[in-house]
């Protein structure tokens, strides 16, 4: 046991390395995500902040709460593009054929799938959403004791584990459809506005969709609305939200590791 | 020769209209960015039927709606086409052919255009008809000054576009810088939250860039915040712009084809 996991630590730093020295190849390529990433988030913010002092607070969130909830999701959104982006690419890995070579590997295949690409230019996407909520932190007057930091670290993980469950299951369908590429635009985008905005400014049925059927609103908006001590927000769940976001996470991450086996055994080469 | 580009503008249309798939994930796509933008702007108005800025909730769905159909039809596939053809070394062969490279590519965009009319507006117009009604414009003229003006519009993002696409010729590897580009142009052209609700400093120095003159002034004269008088100027500075920005697009091809470099073989 110890030295399989030890094996799976080597290979994970190889992968990694390569990983990097890719990304390093074309320096304009580094300097323009650099340039973008922080541009897209911060306006995001910015205009938020515009509607905010030109209206009202949205459904009672003001400006300081909106940018903590905006920065809780943009930091799981930057976790997650570091470790799990190979998940957006798994209908090219079947059309090109490159997902046989870890079918021939004796690894386990969802393991080689995201540490073959660890994405370290996602930390990019880290960077504005680190700031943008230490700023919201800042405004809400958040206490960072060790109880509050654990929940958070939780939380976080949580959130993460969610969106990877959700990109698992979407690239599970290109065992069968061979492509989903479109898909993965859409999805992002659903929770691009499902994380950084309140889903409580939504109608009814969203909030239903967004708490029950796909759980994106454990990711940022029930904990948030925890920490921010907001209590008439969409639905009174019976457990403390940022203790149920790991939990709901690693059900939902468990969930689609089984919908991925279950689309694997579906899987033909599409390679010659 | 007009005849090649309609050829042109044919097969990329035939193309697009071939992949349903894709067509139906993008429709959905811009429903959500919709859908939530609207709800957004409704949390925003808080039920009230205040006026801000002489805006009423409807304008702004109206605005909103129109804004997210123009985005899927002013298609500028410039900047990736030549950054991916000069990787790929196949630009060589488009200098083969007898009619002007950028003029080509104009085509293939305008077919891409023209196939975002039939899949993607029709539906998001039927979608947005059915959630939130018929975005109708204020007035007959204004929907008759939308038109031109749109025109005009797309002339500025495409020769924009262009110009990035240029610089590849120069770098090899041009990476997102359309990207960046796109993301500058989104919130400064007043496409997600018009610039007349922005601090009068950023509206006073948005005056002097092309963006405000690329989604604002179209959305603006279709809901009827630009009377017909202001209309008419704000689309003689569009042309002003299309103008200076086509002499700088030739400037710079002139200079650009010399430096070619062909990769691959």
């Known amino acids: 046991m110890g030295s399989s996991i030890r094996h799976y630590f080597s290979v994970a730093a190889c992968f990694a390395r390569l990983a990097i020295q890719r990304q390093l190849e074309y320096p304009l390529f580094l300097f323009s995500w650099l340039l973008m990433i922080p541009i897209q988030y911060f306006s995001g913010i910015w205009m938020l902040k515009i509607i905010v002092d030109r209206f009202q607070p949205l459904n009672g969130w003001d400006f300081p709460e909106l940018t903590f909830l905006y920065g809780l999701g943009l930091i799981s959104h930057g976790i997650f593009v570091v470790f799990f982006i190979n998940t957006w690419h798994i209908d090219r890995m079947v059309i090109e054929g490159a997902f046989d070579r870890l079918l021939l590997r004796p690894m386990n295949v969802f393991f080689q799938l ?54 698992i299951s979407l690239g599970t369908i290109a065992f069968w459809t061979k492509r989903n590429a479109s898909m993965v635009g859409f999805t992002l985008s659903m929770l691009e506005r499902g994380t950084m905005y309140p889903i409580s400014i939504y109608p009814y049925a969203i909030q239903v969709l967004f708490t029950f059927i796909l759980p994106i609103g454990f990711i940022s908006f029930y904990p948030a609305a925890e920490f921010l001590n907001k209590s008439s927000e969409a639905f009174q769940l019976p457990l403390s939200f940022a203790l149920a976001t790991p939990v709901i996470g690693f059900a939902c991450f468990f969930l689609s590791q089984w919908i991925f086996r279950f689309g694997m055994k579906s899987y033909e080469s599409a390679g010659s | 020769m007009l ?87 196949q630009i060589v062969t488009d200098f083969y052919r007898p009619i002007p490279l950028l003029a080509c590519y104009l085509a293939d965009d305008l077919g891409g255009m023209l196939s975002a009319m039939i899949n993607k507006v029709i539906p998001l117009f039927v979608f947005a008809a059915l959630f939130f009604g018929v975005p109708w414009p204020a007035s007959l003229a204004g929907f008759l000054l939308f038109i031109p003006s749109c025109l005009l519009s797309y002339a500025i993002l495409w020769l924009l576009s262009a110009l990035i696409g240029l610089i590849a010729f120069w770098v090899m590897e041009l990476g997102n810088m359309g990207m960046v580009k796109d993301s500058i142009v989104r919130v400064l052209s007043g496409s997600i939250v018009p610039l007349w609700f922005f601090p009068e400093s950023v509206q006073t120095v948005s005056k002097f860039l092309p963006f405000q003159y690329t989604y604002q002034t179209p959305l603006g004269i279709y809901i009827g915040n630009i009377g017909i008088q202001d209309a008419l100027a704000a689309m003689g500075v569009q042309f002003i712009w299309v103008a200076l920005l086509f002499i700088l697009l030739a400037a710079c091809w002139k200079r650009t084809k010399s430096k070619t470099l062909i990769q691959g073989g």
């Open chain 1, 114 to 167: 995201v540490a073959s690409y660890i994405n370290f230019i996602g930390l990019i996407d880290c960077i504005p959403g680190i700031i943008i909520f230490i700023y919201g932190c800042q405004l809400v007057g958040f206490e960072w004791t060790l109880l509050n930091i654990i929940k958070l670290l939780l939380v976080l993980l949580g959130g993460v584990m969610i969106r990877a469950a959700l990109f």
């Open chain 2, 3 to 89: 005849q090649a580009y309609w050829y042109m503008t044919k097969m990329r249309l035939l193309t697009s209209l071939a992949y349903r798939f894709e067509v139906f994930a993008s429709v959905g796509t811009n429903l959500i960015l919709m859908l939530a933008s609207v709800f957004l702007w409704k949390a925003a108005y808080g039920g009230g039927t205040q006026q801000i800025n002489a805006l009423s909730l409807q304008d702004l769905t109206t605005y909103t709606v129109l804004s997210i159909m123009l985005a899927s039809v002013f298609v500028c596939g410039v900047q990736d086409t030549i950054y991916y053809k000069i990787r790929e070394g």
